[in-house]
């Protein structure tokens, strides 16, 4: 039987830079397709940690005041990681509709994501973005450009920004009517360009919304059936990275909550995958959320491997 599904892309999975993200979306589109071939409907989320750090901190170093070069505020780097990612997605899955003789066509749209600028985020910025560094470099940049930054996941020291809470999603209408052609659709890339509403229409605001929880947002309006979250493990663990780490494979929405007050989720990593796929469940209690790494993505959906949470 064929599924809405939202798919959640990690940034993280796209690549430190051009060359590499290239390559690695053609498997992406791969597993995209092999789900479109069984008849889903799929519509495309993705992260932009690593690429909106990456843009951002080029603009900067790029910006000379003398010979005219502007500051690129961090809404429109965020914009340019849509378009830099969308294009490589979107390339690598027509080429693999293409040679699996699917007539179907793919899309990147720009899409906005509604916030509050008086979002409590903006004072306790925690999204990480950009490349990982020592200690001892992070704490340089501290210093010289009065960033912030974090231990993520024990992976190293990243730059961290404000993560504000998705309202809505300005292009859903467009996204409705595409979907419902039959087009697959890439949207709301690096969890949407995050906008503020004024008395003159949106206006861009420097944050990163976690795409995890736009992408829970999406598949709510859009009354999805599956929301999959793919990252870099299988299924959730407990203790994870002990001796004694436990694979879940079902989990009730009760029992996430349990889990997430004992502490068992990182917040720089799982947390927040976990919160977005609770919003999912309780807002559409038929839909399932699923977690699991991209080449499980059909094994996940069969119920073989991969972390399922339902309501109850």
């Known amino acids: 039987m064929s599924k809405k599904i939202v798919i959640a892309l990690g940034g993280n999975a796209l690549g430190k830079d051009p060359i590499e993200q290239l390559r690695l979306v053609k498997s992406t589109a791969k597993n995209i397709v092999d789900l479109i071939t069984d ?10 940690g690593p690429q909106v750090g990456m843009i951002n901190t080029g603009m900067e170093f790029a910006y000379n005041h003398e010979a005219g070069t502007p500051i690129i505020p961090f809404a429109e780097c965020g914009a340019m990681s849509q378009g830099y990612i969308g294009y490589h997605l979107q390339q ?14 793919c899309v990147t749209l720009i899409t906005q994501v509604v916030v509050d600028k008086k979002d409590s985020a903006f004072q306790n910025p925690t999204k990480p973005v ?4 020592t200690k001892e470099e992070a704490e340089v940049f501290e210093k010289q ?12 020291y990243r730059r961290v920004v404000p993560s504000p809470r998705p309202i809505s999603i300005v292009e859903l ?9 039959g087009t697959v659709v890439i949207t709301i890339g690096g969890g949407g360009i995050p906008v503020v509403k004024t008395d003159h229409g949106y206006k861009g605001i420097d944050a990163v919304i976690d795409k995890d929880k736009s992408s829970a947002r999406l598949a709510i309006d859009l009354d999805a059936d599956v929301l ?17 780490q436990i694979a879940l494979k079902e989990l009730s929405a009760s029992k996430a909550r349990e889990y997430i007050e004992q502490n068992q989720f990182s917040k720089g990593s799982m947390l927040p995958k976990i919160e977005a796929c609770l919003d999912f469940v309780d807002n559409n209690p038929h839909g399932i959320a699923i977690i699991t790494s991209l080449d499980k993505v059909k094994d996940a959906l069969d119920g073989k491997i991969g972390t399922k949470i339902m309501k109850e």
Do not use: C, M, P, W
Not at 173 to 181: D, G, M, P, W
Not at 228 to 244: D, F, H, P, W
């Open 39 to 48: 008849g889903n409907q799929i519509i495309i989320s993705h992260g932009n």
């Open 92 to 105: 690598a899955i027509d080429n693999e509709l293409e040679l699996k003789k699917i007539d179907k066509a």
């Open 130 to 133: 950009g490349l990982f560094y």
């Open 145 to 156: 450009k009065n960033y912030q930054f974090i231990d993520d996941a024990g992976r190293g």
């Open 173 to 181: 209408n467009i996204v409705k009517q595409l979907t419902n052609q």
């Open 228 to 244: 999959l979250i793919l990252t870099a493990v299988g299924q959730v663990y407990l203790n994870y990275g002990s001796n004694n």
